[in-house]
């Protein structure tokens, strides 16, 4: 072969497809007018890679590859290539093609004439492939506009042909309501919004120093605060914490951060409210000073005890609370020193600081003995109450 028309790639099996190379082979064969078989099988040996070459002769043991004629190294290839096909498969994948996602009606229409090769179609097939492409179009004007027309009249190419003018009468349409170009409207180009300013006057605007801006903190300083947070850039009956409950007084009305309280300062509350008046004894209609509200509040570091005698041979330290009156122990104490004591019923309603109610497990009545002066109070037995209120003398 003195000269060579057309070029033949190497056939590599796997990136190529051998029916494809064998047809491009073929054609390559008869440009060049090759006719012989050693000629034919020399140029097919010297366009195969080492692994298609390795295979084939594989494939033709025991006999030799440069013996065999050309006819059989095809067949050989195309027994081992080309996969048995199932009529009815390949049928059912035609029946069921459908328009994707993007994909042009060009592009659809090739594909559907790809599955019908092996489906045995017949003379049928032009008007299978014009109802596959019809039922396939995805939803949209195009399909509507087909949908009208009489199918005994309309063709596989005159049904391609109409899908493609109404497809483009569409995109037209859209190019020129947007004011694009019909290129654009099909590369579908994202509109950003636009932001219109005036500049001119931060071009003339001097720019600020460090003191101008200390000029203007004490305008902020000026403000009163917020007494529910601390801040000054809105009023205490518009904050947000205005009913927020304070972590260090436990007060309703500010957080910690405007607490007047100091930090580490210690705080005990103690809130007594009088029962519900269907609770309450006949002997009680809610005017004696038990059934009032009353505030036991220390705010010292260490509470203010006292050095009291209780029945002439019991000494204790209690804390003293000037707006409390009650007087409160615990169930420790009452079983350690007034066990012999019998425990009265009582009707009022204790409130902790934690918005926690409880009743005391009763009363007893006590002589106490304080400076020379002798009185008779109440005791009120809590379980669970806070040991430094009565402590006992060492």
Same mark, same amino acid.
């Given at each position: =072969?003195?000269?060579?028309?057309?070029?033949?790639?190497?056939?590599?099996?796997?990136?190529?497809?051998?029916?494809? !190379?064998?047809?491009?082979?073929?054609?390559?064969?008869?440009?060049?007018?090759?006719?012989?078989?050693?000629?034919?099988?020399?140029? &097919?040996?010297?366009?195969?890679? $080492? %692994?298609?070459?390795?295979?084939?002769?594989?494939?033709?043991? /025991?006999?030799?590859?440069?013996?065999?004629? @050309? %006819?059989?190294?095809?067949?050989?290839?195309?027994?081992? !290539?080309?996969?048995?096909?199932?009529?009815?498969? %390949?049928? $059912?994948?035609?029946?069921?093609?459908? #328009?994707?996602?993007?994909?042009?009606?060009?592009?659809?229409?090739?594909?559907?004439?790809?599955?019908?090769v @092996?489906?045995? !179609?017949?003379?049928?097939?032009?008007?299978?492939?014009?109802?596959? !492409?019809?039922?396939?179009?995805? &939803?949209?004007?195009e399909?509507?506009?087909?949908?009208e027309k009489?199918?005994?009249?309309? *063709?596989?190419?005159?049904?391609?042909?109409?899908?493609?003018?109404?497809?483009?009468?569409?995109?037209?349409?859209?190019?020129?309501?947007?004011?694009?170009? #019909?290129?654009?409207?099909?590369?579908?180009?994202?509109?950003?919004?636009?932001?219109?300013?005036?500049?001119?006057?931060?071009?003339?605007?001097? /720019?600020?120093?460090?003191?101008?801006?200390?000029?203007?903190?004490?305008?902020?300083?000026?403000? /009163?605060?917020?007494?529910? +947070?601390?801040?000054?850039?809105?009023?205490?009956?518009?904050?947000?914490?205005?009913?927020?409950?304070?972590?260090? +007084?436990?007060?309703?009305?500010?957080?910690?951060?405007?607490?007047?309280?100091?930090?580490?300062?210690?705080?005990?509350?103690?809130?007594?409210?009088?029962?519900?008046?269907?609770?309450v004894?006949?002997?009680?209609?809610?005017?004696?000073?038990?059934?009032?509200?009353?505030?036991?509040?220390c705010?010292?570091n260490?509470?203010?005890?006292i050095?009291? &005698?209780?029945?002439?041979?019991?000494?204790? %330290? =209690?804390?003293?609370?000037?707006?409390?009156? *009650?007087?409160?122990?615990?169930?420790?104490? @009452?079983?350690?020193?007034?066990?012999?004591?019998?425990?009265?019923?009582?009707?009022?309603?204790? +409130?902790? @600081?934690?918005?926690?109610?409880?009743? /005391?497990?009763?009363?007893?009545?006590?002589?106490v003995?304080?400076?020379?002066?002798?009185?008779?109070?109440?005791?009120?037995?809590?379980?669970? &109450?806070?040991?430094?209120?009565?402590?006992?003398?060492k």
């Open positions: =072969m003195a000269g060579v028309i057309g070029n033949l790639t190497m056939f590599e099996p796997n990136a190529q497809n051998w029916e494809l !190379f064998g047809s491009k082979l073929k054609q390559f064969l008869a440009l060049n007018k090759i006719e012989t078989s050693e000629e034919k099988r020399a140029v &097919l040996i010297t366009h195969l890679s $080492d %692994d298609a070459y390795r295979l084939l002769i594989n494939l033709v043991h /025991p006999g030799n590859v440069e013996e065999t004629e @050309y %006819d059989v190294l095809i067949k050989t290839f195309n027994k081992h !290539f080309l996969p048995r096909r199932s009529t009815f498969a %390949d049928k $059912d994948r035609f029946y069921s093609a459908a #328009q994707m996602a993007g994909e042009a009606l060009e592009d659809f229409a090739a594909r559907l004439r790809g599955l019908s @092996y489906c045995n !179609f017949g003379e049928a097939l032009d008007v299978l492939l014009r109802d596959r !492409f019809v039922l396939g179009l995805a &939803l949209g004007p399909r509507d506009r087909l949908f009489d199918a005994s009249n309309l *063709t596989f190419a005159n049904a391609l042909e109409l899908a493609q003018k109404v497809s483009c009468a569409r995109k037209s349409k859209a190019a020129t309501a947007t004011g694009t170009s #019909q290129e654009g409207a099909e590369v579908g180009i994202k509109e950003e919004p636009l932001y219109h300013g005036n500049i001119s006057k931060w071009r003339n605007r001097a /720019p600020r120093t460090r003191r101008d801006v200390a000029v203007t903190e004490p305008e902020d300083d000026a403000r /009163p605060k917020c007494e529910s +947070c601390g801040l000054r850039n809105h009023l205490s009956e518009k904050c947000f914490f205005r009913f927020h409950k304070c972590k260090r +007084c436990l007060e309703i009305g500010h957080i910690s951060k405007a607490c007047a309280v100091k930090k580490g300062q210690k705080v005990n509350n103690m809130h007594i409210e009088s029962m519900p008046e269907e609770n004894s006949d002997g009680c209609n809610g005017s004696c000073e038990e059934c009032q509200v009353f505030s036991l509040r705010v010292n260490n509470p203010i005890l050095p009291v &005698l209780i029945n002439n041979n019991v000494r204790l %330290d =209690m804390e003293l609370d000037t707006g409390s009156s *009650t007087s409160v122990i615990s169930d420790e104490l @009452y079983y350690k020193y007034f066990s012999y004591l019998t425990l009265s019923k009582c009707l009022i309603k204790i +409130c902790f @600081y934690n918005e926690h109610k409880i009743t /005391p497990m009763g009363c007893v009545d006590v002589q003995t304080y400076s020379n002066c002798t009185k008779k109070l109440t005791f009120y037995l809590f379980i669970y &109450l806070i040991h430094f209120i009565c402590t006992p003398q």
